[in-house]
C-alpha cells in the first residue's frame, strides 16, 4: 500500500528508536530525512532515482556528506521495501551515482600549539582535547564517553560499539600524560564532557590561544604521533579504528619520532596535577596488557 514519505520516515525513525539506535545516529537521520520528506511530499513509490539523484545534488556539503544523505535514503527505501510500501523492483538508490571522495593531505598541531591551547581551555576543554589528542577519540563519540567507560584499572578507554562513530568497538591506551590530564578533572560518575557541540569550543580555545584552527587536527595528530612512536600500524589501527590501508596513505610518516614523543609528553604544570587516589598494584599491568590488546 504506497504511503507518502514523510509518513515512512516517521514510521522508520520510531521502529529505529524501539530498536534502541543510538540517539545521536537518530538525531543525524531525523535531519537528513526530514529535510527529504519536507521536500518530497508525495508517496515515495513516485519518487524515481533520478528524482533521487536530482535532490542530492542541491545539497550543501561535499561528496561524503552527500553519500552520507544518499546512504539514509537508501535505508528509508529498504524499510519501505520490507513494508510492502513500494513494489519489491523499486530502485530507489540503487542506480543514483555515488561522489567520489578524494582524501586530504592530513594536518596535524605540533606539541607547541597543543599545548597552547590546554593552557587556555577550561577543564571540560582540556578534557575534549586531551581524550582525542592522545586517545583519538572522535568528537561524535566525546559526548558519549561517561567515566565509567574511563578504566584506569585496565588502563584503556572503553568505546562501546554503540558508541563509535564506525560501530565497532575499541579501547585506546590511557597514555601516562593522558592519565594526567584525566585525574585533573576525575569524577565518579556522569558524562566525561557535558557540551552538546564540543567543536564550538575548540574553535573559542584555539582563537584565545593564537592557534591556527586545523580541522580534526587533534585526532589526526593522535594517529600521525601514534604511528611514528611506536611503529605498529596492527596496534594503531585498532586504537584509532582505522584500516591498515588508511594509515599507510595518510598518517605514516606524517611527523617525526621526536615531534611524536613531545606530543604525549604534554602534562598539566605540576603544580595541578592531582595524586592518584585510585592506584593499586595491579593497575600498571592492567596498562600494559591493555597496550598489548590494543
Not at 571540560?124 to 582525542?132: G, H, M, S
Not at 572522535?138 to 578504566?151: N, S
Not at 600524560?177 to 569524577?187: E, I, V
Not at 614523543?261 to 595524586?275: G, L, R, T, V
Request: with cysteine; hydrophobic share 35%; aromatic share 8%.
Amino acid at each position: 500500500m504506497p504511503k507518502a514519505v514523510p509518513e515512512i520516515v516517521g514510521e522508520l525513525l520510531a521502529e529505529l528508536t524501539q530498536a534502541g539506535k543510538s540517539k545521536f545516529y537518530l538525531r543525524d537521520l531525523r535531519i537528513r530525512l526530514g529535510a527529504f520528506a519536507k521536500a518530497h511530499q508525495c508517496p515515495l513509490a513516485t519518487v524515481t532515482g533520478k528524482d533521487i539523484g536530482a535532490y542530492i545534488k542541491t545539497l550543501n556539503g561535499k561528496g561524503r556528506y552527500r553519500n552520507n544523505v544518499l546512504n539514509d535514503i537508501g535505508t528509508l527505501c529498504g524499510y519501505a521495501k520490507s513494508q510492502g510500501y513500494v513494489h519489491p523492483d523499486y530502485e530507489g538508490t540503487s542506480n543514483v551515482t555515488r561522489y567520489v571522495v578524494t582524501s586530504k593531505e592530513v594536518e596535524v598541531f605540533t606539541p607547541s600549539e597543543l599545548e597552547a591551547m590546554l593552557r587556555a581551555g577550561n577543564s571540560q576543554v582540556q578534557l575534549a582535547l586531551a581524550l582525542t589528542s592522545f586517545a583519538g577519540v572522535r568528537g561524535a563519540e566525546l559526548g558519549r564517553l561517561t567515566w565509567d567507560d574511563i578504566r584506569f584499572d585496565l588502563g584503556c578507554i572503553r568505546i562501546s560499539a554503540v558508541n563509535a562513530k564506525t560501530k565497532i568497538r575499541r579501547v585506546p591506551p590511557i597514555t601516562e600524560n593522558l592519565r594526567a590530564w584525566l585525574m585533573l578533572h576525575k569524577s565518579e560518575s556522569g558524562p566525561v564532557v557535558d557540551y552538546k557541540n564540543v567543536y564550538n569550543q575548540f574553535l573559542k580555545v584555539a582563537k584565545q590561544a593564537e592557534v591556527k584552527w586545523k580541522r580534526n587536527a587533534h585526532r589526526h595528530g593522535f594517529v600521525s604521533y601514534r604511528t611514528a612512536l611506536i611503529k605498529n600500524l596492527d596496534q594503531v589501527s585498532l586504537e584509532a579504528g582505522h584500516s591498515k590501508k588508511q594509515l599507510l596513505a595518510n598518517y605514516f610518516q606524517v611527523v617525526g619520532e621526536a615531534n611524536a614523543k613531545a606530543w604525549f609528553s604534554i602534562y598539566p604544570p605540576k603544580k595541578n596535577q592531582q595524586p592518584e587516589s585510585d592506584s593499586n598494584p595491579d593497575a600498571e599491568i592492567g596498562r600494559a596488557s591493555c597496550r598489548e590488546r590494543g
